[in-house]
């Protein structure tokens, strides 16, 4: 059993988390990327079918159900943890690194679980080791991000559960596989759940709440894994739900317009996140063939493209010491191969022919053209010029082109960030020019050819349109010093009147009662020390006060005397 | 961005709709495949109505200090 258990992708990475004090503090790094890759490794060679199971209490568990869709999102995961551990080479923070394996291992935990409650596990192990990756910052303002991040989960968590207990006690089965789109209570539950952690508003918040503020770092495992491990789930079990049509063409607007909005690259960057994954859900809940290759697809470019730009923002961190827009600006000179890698990623997720945004977004197209879902493919396409504004022309624009508005000290950017980001812009034009690689590890044979006349003709026009329209118009974009309020309002304004009536009003209730009750002890102490004095105030013998054990000796030996007697005849009526 | 950015933006432009009007004038797999130019007009429509559609919203409601959640 336990050498079986080495043959689960996420025990390894786990493992991993557990050896990683062992080791050496110099070869620490180069161990972190050994565990992903031994998961790559594993992930790749795996046979189809559920491989492992164990029983615990009365139900099986498969911790290991591979089929074609578990292993392209378990290639995916691995990889870009080892990418993330050649970015933070230069980290010597050991939670921080350890919290990033287990975090890791438990996306594949979900990744490869055949049953709900193995899923549950590791889905919450997530939630815990990413909630450090936010801590570790180690400001004021990420402790309490943090903080809200893992309540946030928490609840999730506890929507999928309830969700998983009410499919159980209806007689659902224990098995992760696909629910007929029935709106009941352990359905909506469910739906919920795993809605709430692919970041569908309004349950989105605590992403574009904790990204920006986590460690440079650990927001490239973060972007990666918690969202994309959500639209697997929700790919297992929710596809077809027509619902989910409009989800996601609303989470598409929704993001883009906040993207469009936000100073700090990184939110822009997280905002964005719930924008690509509208395009997801929208797949998801079209639900043919094409459009689950298409979910699919796009999940794994958005992970490559994705992490690629979180790493160059972060860079950009790294180098300024600001996240901010409108304290960056003319830096393109001082670092021409970050802006280079950063365009890569933006044109990439801009669904620019020839990069791997485009080869998934024509995918997704296609599968709603199929349907005949004409608005959903207007508006997401809405959501691609909006796409390439924000992440594409205005991120940019502010950081490198604009006019320069600080004077920066750069600190010189580590060797392995730019390997890393070299590897991941590498795969964004991999893909993008050799598509078929990717399609081959779909769930579903394809036939789909993105390159086209017409995707090529729509792109352009669409691209350059939106261009033009950015150059004349972009100082009507946002680069104040401000802040956006989104739905997190509901939970952090009213904390402070939360704070007042359950925790500080009790708070000064038991300090009354505390206080009070101190008094009252310390009166009656004193009081007892000479009762003497309160039952005959007026007694004072020869001029002194009274104590109440001031007897004299006499007293004390006839008092013993008697109790000894008492002794005695006790004893000599017992035998 | 110098004059060439322009001109090159531009042939790109002119090349696709001259592809357009080659090789799709009798596309119909969508109803909007019947007015010309249509990926242009919609990138550039879609482009404004976002400025400015979130310019209007960020003023109404989402824009606010950055010490909003400190006071």
Known sequence: ?575 | MKNWHWIVLGILLIVSLILEFTYLADYASHWWNHVPAFYAIWGGLGCLALIFVTKGLGKIFILSDEDYYDR
């Open chain 1, 1 to 575: 059993m336990i050498v079986e258990l080495l043959s689960v992708p996420a025990v390894i990475l786990i493992l991993g988390a557990v050896v990683l004090p062992l080791i050496p503090e110099r070869a620490r790094n180069s161990a972190f990327i050994l565990f992903p890759s031994i998961a790559l490794f594993l992930v790749w060679t795996l046979p189809e079918g559920s491989l492992l199971q164990t029983s615990f209490a009365s139900y099986e568990l498969h911790l290991l159900s591979v089929d074609s869709l578990s292993r392209v999102f378990g290639i995916v995961f691995s990889l870009i943890t080892i990418i993330g551990g050649i970015y933070a080479f230069h980290i010597k923070d050991l939670v921080q690194q350890t919290s990033a394996l287990a975090y890791a291992g438990g996306a594949l935990g979900v990744t490869f679980a055949g049953d709900f409650f193995t899923l549950f596990i590791f889905w919450e192990l997530m939630a815990v080791t990413s909630a450090y990756l936010i801590w570790a910052r180690k400001t004021k303002e990420s402790d309490k991000a943090g903080m809200r991040y893992l309540l946030v989960h928490s609840f999730g968590g506890g929507l999928l559960l309830t969700g998983i207990l009410l499919h159980l006690s209806n007689g659902g089965s224990m098995m992760v596989e696909s629910i007929e789109p029935v709106y009941n209570l352990a359905n909506i539950f469910m739906l919920l759940g795993v809605a709430l952690n692919t970041a569908v508003p309004p349950l989105h918040a605590w992403l574009a709440d904790a990204y920006p503020k986590a460690t440079i770092t650990g927001a490239i495992f973060m972007c990666a894994l918690t969202t994309k491990s959500a639209v697997y789930v929700m790919i297992r079990l929710f596809p077809g739900w027509d619902i989910l049509i409009w989800v996601g063409v609303i989470m598409a607007i929704y993001g883009t317009i906040y993207a469009l909005l936000a100073n700090d690259i990184r939110e822009i960057l997280a905002y964005s996140i719930i924008s690509q994954i509208g395009y997801m859900v929208t797949a998801i809940g079209v639900g043919s063939e094409i459009a689950l290759n298409g979910a699919t697809a796009h999940a794994f470019n958005h992970i490559v493209y994705k992490s690629l730009l979180f790493m160059a923002a972060g860079a950009v961190i790294y180098a300024t010491g600001t996240s901010k827009l409108h304290k960056l600006g003319g830096l393109g000179k001082k670092m021409p191969l970050l802006v280079g890698l950063y365009m890569v990623g933006a044109l990439s997720i801009s669904g620019a022919p020839l990069l791997n945004g485009f080869v998934s977004k024509t995918m997704i197209s296609e599968a709603l053209g199929e349907a005949h879902l004409e608005w959903p493919i207007l508006l997401l396409l809405i959501a691609t010029i909006g796409t390439f504004l924000h992440t594409g022309l205005k991120l940019p624009y502010y950081t490198w082109f604009g006019e320069k508005k600080t004077e920066f000290n750069l600190s010189a950017i580590p060797v392995n960030m730019k390997v890393a980001m070299g590897i991941g812009a590498f795969f964004c034009i991999l893909f993008g020019v050799a598509p078929d690689l990717l399609y081959s590890q779909l769930p579903y044979p394809t036939e789909f050819q993105p390159f086209s006349v017409y995707t090529l003709v729509e792109m352009t026009q669409i691209l350059i349109l939106a261009f033009v329209g950015f150059w004349f118009f972009k100082d009507r974009l946002n680069t104040s010093p401000t802040i956006s309020l989104d739905t997190d309002w509901f939970y952090r304004k009213p904390a402070a009147i939360v704070r007042k009536v359950f925790v500080d009003f009790p708070n000064n209730t038991f300090g009354i009662a505390e206080k009070g009750t101190l008094l009252l002890a310390e009166r009656l102490a004193k009081l007892s020390k000479n009762p003497m004095k309160l039952l005959i105030p007026s007694f004072t013998m020869e001029g002194r006060e009274i104590k109440s054990d001031g007897f004299s000796a006499g007293i004390g030996a006839a008092l013993a005397f008697v109790l000894f007697s008492f002794l005695v005849i006790g004893l000599a009526t017992l035998f």
